[in-house]
């Protein structure tokens, strides 16, 4: 008899940035009856059922059904196919079929997205580089005998399988078990229930981390919460907060309006627009420098610095920062997030924009925009995968700078703002024992559907790179609607210092400070 | 194609008739006796031929047979080594899928909780210029 049948191509195995395996496809031995050649089905059921952690009942019934052929189990794991093999039944039988497994369980599962059932990719790497994983399959034309073995002289058209290309990551596994586990105790300190870490290296704009909570485990897409499906670093976005006022005091310095040792006096609240903007707590500060807007998150200041910009130049340099645009990142399901059109901007934008609210952010874009202070003020795209190999060799992704945003002058007088701000200022519980570290806290409120902010609740947040003097590593962390309301940047801290220690240790990173 | 001619018995009533011919005759009769060998050469050779042609036929028959089954024996045993080779491969996928699971830094972090193992609180930075400059 002649067989036409299709080869499928292997789909690639997905590597963090060290080679360990991320996801990785498996032929799985599923298990099939043929309730005729078995010669006591109630005995067969009951066997079947211990070791397949069924009901012998459901198992009787189905082989009981009056089916020629059914799958008793899809896709078994091997020691319980190798058990159901050692009962030597006859009447049963093993075919095998392919499973994408995913050995770090829910480990980067945002990151890597899932494989539906019909084999197509979504989310994360899965979804953006499916074409690429998948490969193209093959078809082979055979005649055989009738045990279905191939005939050596019979006729036989064969176009082998292209298998998909293998994927190496730029996340780097322990620094993205670090982050989950910093996030899920943030949250579970605040009993919050989202949030997000994102890492990213500074240097080229290599994303080394993404934790968002809540989440899912790859292999169980199934029964999984379609919110849980949502990458909070890069399709969920909003109002970033205080964090926003280091790019608006970058602003400032590289437009030339404010330098480091600009003074104002801080009276508790600036107004614009014919609005009265308050600092947190409304609290006065008096004389306040440039450094100290930063150190004293002074919403006051960053009004000030926002009027002296102007509303076409603030603008000018939120687009330049990446925000209010997909950042490009290679991963699925990106948003742009807003930054309204000039156009539509009020006077009193101007102020809010200038302190982070009135526009929304995703997580990823704050932490490229502090990579771009980090780094000397050059905006990098953030990627994903280092490298894909496939028949033809290896190939290796090139880093990509956008844009130029500040000048190096600026950005090192941001870094040395921003370590001020964590030695001196608010910040300071982000502080490490011997490393510099430079960041800023947030505190956003959270926009109703009504136009307002939702009372009392808030969303947290702290950026910040290490070590401040040298940096390697960017890192943004986001708890939304901590229990501990205004106090929720202090969690947000903890979890950024938490990480910051892990991840210089792990990195062997050199102390930049006399401990 | 097998020729046969009919064989003649030669008599002793001939044999007398011949020993009176005269010697031109008998000359006659010594070339017919030739020819009869001849004839006769010709006729097993021909056989001779014949039959080593449908022996060797056999030989072949059988060599094709033989080389056909040893053909079909090899494809057989190629697919049996093929399935054993994709089993084997299945099975050092499936084990390095198990060698990542056991590899992964949360399997690690996990256990190392249960046995009662802490993270450190603080971790002690030993300056190395500080050491080399006391050296």
């Known amino acids: ?61 189905r082989l009981g059904s009056g089916a020629e052929w059914l799958f008793l189990a899809r896709r078994l794991p091997e020691e319980t196919a190798r058990a159901v093999e050692a009962l030597a039944l006859p009447g049963l039988g093993f075919r095998l079929e392919p499973k994408r497994l995913y050995p770090n369980d829910g480990i980067a599962a945002h990151v890597l997205g899932f494989v539906s059932d019909d084999g197509l990719g979504q989310y994360g790497v899965e979804g953006w580089y499916d074409t690429l994983l ?17 005939l050596a002289m019979g006729l036989r058209e064969a176009r082998p399988p292209r298998d998909g290309a293998d994927l190496v990551l730029t996340i780097d596994l322990a620094i993205q078990t670090a982050a989950e586990r910093e996030l899920r105790a943030a949250l579970e300190r605040e009993s919050a229930t989202a949030g997000t870490i994102v890492v990213v290296d500074p240097l080229d704009g290599a994303v080394l981390a993404i934790a968002s909570v809540p989440s899912y485990h790859p292999a169980g897409v199934a029964v999984a919460d379609p919110e ?11 109002e970033p907060g205080s964090t926003m006022k280091a790019v608006t005091v970058a602003a400032g310095i590289e437009a030339g309006v404010v330098d480091r040792t600009t003074e104002y006096e801080d009276l508790g609240y600036a107004d614009i627009g014919g609005r009265r903007l308050h600092n947190a707590l409304g609290r006065a500060w008096g004389p306040t420098t440039l450094t100290e807007i930063l150190e004293r998150s002074a919403n006051a200041g960053a009004v000030m610095v926002g009027a002296k910009l102007g509303p076409e130049l603030l603008h000018e340099y ?24 000039l156009a539509e901007w009020y006077p009193v934008d101007v102020g809010t924009a200038a302190f982070g609210q009135g526009l929304t952010a995703t997580p990823l874009q704050l932490a490229m925009a502090y990579a771009a202070l980090a780094n000397g003020g050059t905006l990098y795209r953030p990627y994903v995968v280092a490298a894909w190999r496939d028949a033809d060799g290896e190939h290796r992704a090139a880093p990509l700078p956008v844009r130029r945003v500040v000048s190096e002058d600026t950005a090192a007088q941001l870094r040395a703002m921003l370590t001020s701000a964590v030695d001196e200022g608010l910040a ?22 009504d136009g307002r902010y939702v009372d009392d609740e808030y969303i947290s947040s702290f950026a910040g790179f290490f070590p401040a003097s040298d940096p390697r590593f960017v890192a943004v ?15 947000a801290m903890d979890a950024f210092k938490g990480l910051a220690q892990d991840v210089l240790r792990y990195a062997r990173v050199q102390p930049d400070r006399s401990p | 194609m097998i ?15 011949a020993r009176a011919r005269p010697a031109a005759t008998r000359r006659r009769g010594r070339s017919t006796v030739r020819e009869r060998k001849a004839n ?14 449908i022996a060797l036929g056999f030989v072949l028959a059988l060599l094709y047979l033989s080389q056909t089954t040893a053909i079909s024996a090899g494809g057989y045993e190629l697919q049996r080594l093929q399935a054993e080779r994709d089993e084997v491969a299945r099975q050092s996928a499936l084990l390095e899928v198990r060698l990542a699971q056991l590899d992964s830094p949360a399997r690690i972090e996990a256990d190392a909780t249960r046995i009662g193992l802490v993270r450190v609180s603080h971790v002690l930075v030993v300056p190395a210029e500080k050491l080399a400059i006391r050296r």
Request: proline fraction near 7%.
């Open chain 1, 428 to 449: 300071n519980r982000a502080a490490l024992q011997a490393f510099s570290v430079a960041g800023k806290t947030g505190t956003a409120q959270i926009p109703s559907p």
């Open chain 1, 228 to 238: 849980t499906l949502r990458d909070r670093a890069i399709a969920w976005s909003y």
């Open chain 1, 318 to 341: 939120l687009l330049r920062f990446g925000f209010g645009a997909p950042t490009g990142v290679d991963l699925a399901g990106e948003i742009g997030a807003q930054v309204r059109p």
């Open chain 2, 3 to 17: 020729a046969t001619l009919p064989l003649r018995r030669v008599g002793p009533a001939r044999r007398s008739a």
């Open chain 1, 1 to 61: 008899m002649r067989t036409d049948e299709a080869l499928p191509a292997r789909r690639g195995v997905i590597h963090d940035r060290n080679g360990a395996i991320l996801a990785t496809t498996v032929d799985l031995r599923s298990l099939y009856a043929i309730p005729a050649l078995i010669p006591d089905l109630d005995a067969a059921a009951a066997d079947l059922a211990v070791l397949l952690g069924r009901d012998p009942a459901e198992l009787q019934a």
């Open chain 1, 134 to 150: 998948r490969g193209v399959d093959g078809r082979l034309v055979a005649e055989r005998d009738p045990a279905a073995r191939e």
């Open chain 1, 477 to 491: 962390v986001i708890i939304e609607r901590p229990e501990s309301r205004l106090l929720g940047t202090l969690t």
């Open chain 2, 40 to 53: 006769l050469t010709w006729e097993v050779r021909s056989f001779a031929s014949a039959s080593a042609a």
